[in-house]
């Protein structure tokens, strides 16, 4: 078994210095709310930029962000163009809520089911919230861990740079 | 160990050339997380020192690395337990590489090999995920081919075994399922969706019993349908499991019956949800034997609210394997803004309402004694259920709760929730099973009233104060707490949070203590590490932004988490 542990290590250690870039979204398969299947990697927003967000209906700082986000998304969608699309990783326990919640919400988001977390697991997400920020090509360009207040005024920093033609380190 | 050594290294090099070569050499990302855990001994929450580890200090993590290029996905985990943290199963010992595929999708075809995670329908037949916070991993080692016959028709096919620790269980695990979507199969979205299914599962698995004639394979099966229009929606699932003795339900002969339907409808501001459920000795593991999470092949969908204040989350509600039956109801409604009850910004409101009962039960002998041996009951059929529907006399749970969601101005914002629960201590925490409750057995049930005020003060840019205050009155079990938590956050690097609960109406007068918690978080890219020290009592806990469960514990802890 300790065989197995030099490589891997260096295998990360190469990963943490290797070049960024070329970061798609995964061909995962959700669910939206009509019950249709929709391929993770064809999420598309002619060009803008789109923001994805992990979330459940049980996870109250995922509903604080998408709220605080909620409550600008007008602004941004007319100043960028961007597209926020919230992904639930709540499973048979909670799904048959996620359509009213949202509704009661007045959230004005793209939603999508990933019921046994397959694109949380291949986009490597450990804890939700978690968000990610995906370009005009569809590159992940910039992710984040967990939600603090005023997260959302970085994220929409980021947001302008891109729809400004800028990049993000 | 020496071959898959050699072909890591030759991964590595594969990606060294990748570094140095703009041709597409496709993508390699992982995540990590390290649990350390330095206990202190602590005689008042455990006088008997029976939740302070010998090792003093434990420590858990994991590293996932994925693979992909187009179609193609390959991924392991590697994962370590120093041991496991205290209340995790302590079956996760050592380090390991437990998980690792290879995915790829040709022509409509999806192949699997390795260790997968799947599910049909809504879990009642199949479904195999994972938890990490329960220590929960049910994984396939196996193989996994989903196949689309044409848009709208899809057919998945499984076949392997379970995961046990670092090893997999004796079972064999085979299964099926199909599903047509009519807006998929007409290309014509929009309108209404008509969503059937059916799903079958079987495990093998070898007898040698010396009284008992056992099955060794047994089959589930179950049936679906989902229909959904504008503002409406309807889904139900029923399933059928043939004989299943085993370890969970006394080694009986009755076969397994499930139900689990909803139905929600919306319409502008208003949600309403309606749900059924119906367990008849459902509970699948792919061994005879097995505890707890343990090697489970399907789930059973709780239909109760999950809780995750502090406070509140003390009274879970968790599945009986044996059978139970219950439903749930839900309305929420927005206030828009400028109506009396919405004010300036609009006031959302939230009630739910959920219970569940133990089955009807009629066994076919007296019921248990805690004198008789549990073989009474093992080799008959154990049970018949009176007619539909079936509501037994003992209550499990009962859930009502009220959420008021408002923002004040422009920077307060607040949620304020009332909860009333009645929680069945004996059966839900004791595992008190219903076969053992007769006439004169006393079931400890829990009154439990609860209040939350949960305010968000922005106090300036980037900068904001969130408080919490709980107090959750009963005069059973532990008696009443009141918590105060107060977090103070720099966005988007720090968050600095200091709590308190105290149970100050304990029966017993040496337990009536306080469970201070300071924690300190901080955030960098996507590195994140929180320290955390004080008391902790067991729950779903949520803090600086992240929740998972933790057990009851005093000490210092370190979490880091990463991606790359």
């Known amino acids: 078994m300790k065989n197995i542990i030099l490589p891997l290590i260096t295998l990360v250690l190469i990963l943490s210095v290797q070049a960024k870039g070329q970061d798609k979204i995964p061909s995962i398969q959700l669910k939206d709310l009509s019950g249709n299947m929709v391929d993770a990697a064809a999420l598309e927003n002619d060009g803008k930029p789109i923001v994805i967000s992990f979330w459940a209906t049980w996870c109250k700082p995922c509903i604080r962000e998408l709220n605080a986000v909620n409550d600008q998304y007008i602004d941004w969608q007319e100043e960028t163009g961007v597209k926020v699309v919230a992904v639930s990783i709540d499973d048979s326990r909670n799904s048959a809520r996620v359509r009213p919640f949202i509704a009661g919400q007045g959230w004005e988001y793209e939603v999508y089911l990933d019921e046994n977390q397959e694109l949380k697991r291949a986009l490597n997400v450990n804890n939700i919230p978690h968000t990610f920020l995906v370009d005009g090509n569809g590159e992940i360009v910039w992710q984040h861990n967990g939600y603090i207040p005023g997260d959302e005024d970085h ?15 | 160990m020496k071959k898959i050594a050699l072909v890591m290294a030759l991964l590595t090099n594969t990606i060294l050339i990748a570094q140095t070569d703009e041709r597409d050499y496709g993508q390699l990302h992982g995540n990590f997380q390290t649990n350390l855990q330095y206990y202190l001994q602590d005689t008042i929450i455990d006088p008997t020192g029976e939740a302070f580890p010998p090792e003093r200090m434990l420590a858990a993590g994991f590293l996932n690395l994925t693979y992909t290029k187009g179609d193609f996905m390959a991924g392991v985990r590697y994962e370590n337990y120093q041991n496991n943290l205290v209340g995790l199963p302590e079956g996760f010992q050592g380090e390991g590489i437990p998980y690792r595929f290879i995915r790829y999708k040709k022509y409509g075809l999806d192949v699997t090999a390795g260790n997968f995670y799947e599910q049909f ?31 709208g028709i899809t057919v998945k096919g499984i076949l392997g075994r379970q995961r046990i620790y670092f090893e997999t269980g004796d079972g064999i695990v085979r299964g099926a399922d199909f599903e047509v979507n009519l807006n998929e199969l007409k290309q014509e979205y929009g309108g209404t969706n008509l969503i059937v299914g059916g799903s079958f599962v079987s495990r093998y698995q070898q007898a040698q019993d010396p009284i008992l004639n056992l099955p060794e394979n047994v089959a589930s099966g179950g049936l679906r349908v989902n229909l959904i229009s504008g503002r409406f929606n309807f889904y139900a699932e029923g399933a059928y499991k043939s004989q299943d003795p085993n370890s969970s339900n006394n080694f009986i002969y009755k076969p397994g019956y499930a139900l689990y339907t909803n139905a929600s409808y919306t319409l502008g501001n208003l949600g309403i949800i309606l749900g059924y459920k119906y367990y008849d000795n459902f509970l699948f593991r792919s061994e005879r034997v097995g505890s707890l999470t343990e090697l489970l092949i399907n789930y059973l969908p709780p239909l109760a609210e999950l809780h995750t204040y502090t406070l509140p989350a003390l009274y879970s509600y968790n599945i009986q394997a044996n059978g139970e039956t219950g439903m749930q109801a839900e309305v929420s409604y927005k206030f828009d803004r400028g109506t009396l009850l919405g004010g300036k910004y609009g006031t959302l409101i939230n009630i739910n309402y959920s219970n569940s009962y133990a089955l009807d039960k009629n066994f076919t002998y007296r019921y248990r004694d805690s004198a008789q041996t ?65 006439p004169n057995t006393k079931i400890e049930m829990v009154y439990v009233n609860a209040f939350i005020a949960d305010i968000l003060w922005k106090i300036k840019p980037r900068h904001s104060l969130r408080f919490e205050g709980q107090l959750m009155l009963t005069e059973q079990d532990r008696g009443s707490w009141a918590s105060l938590l107060l977090e103070y956050s720099i966005a988007p690097k720090w968050f600095f949070a200091v709590q308190n609960s105290y149970n100050y109406s304990n029966p017993d007068p040496d337990l009536r203590v306080h469970y201070p918690l300071v924690s300190l978080g901080y955030t960098r890219g996507t590195n994140k590490i929180q320290l955390t020290y004080g008391r902790q009592q067991e729950g779903v806990f949520c803090v600086g932004g992240i929740c998972r469960v933790v057990p009851a514990s005093n000490g210092f802890s370190m979490l880091i988490t990463s991606n790359f």
């Open chain 2, 374 to 438: 549990d073989s009474t009951i093992s080799g008959t059929d154990g049970y018949t259920v009176g007619g539909f529907p079936g509501v037994g006399d003992i209550r499990y749970s009962q859930d009502f709760n009220v959420e008021v969601k408002s923002k004040l101005n422009r920077k307060l914002k607040g949620t304020f929730s009332y909860y009333n629960f009645i929680y069945n201590r004996s059966a839900l925490l004791d595992g008190v099973v219903d076969d053992r409750i007769g």
């Open chain 2, 121 to 151: 329908g809504s879990g009642l037949v199949f479904r195999a995920y994972e938890e990490r916070g329960l220590g929960l991993d049910n994984a396939m080692d196996g193989l996994r081919l989903i196949y689309e016959l044409t848009p």
């Open chain 1, 155 to 169: 994220l929409y920093e980021l947001i302008t740079q891109l729809a400004n033609g800028g990049s993000i380190d």
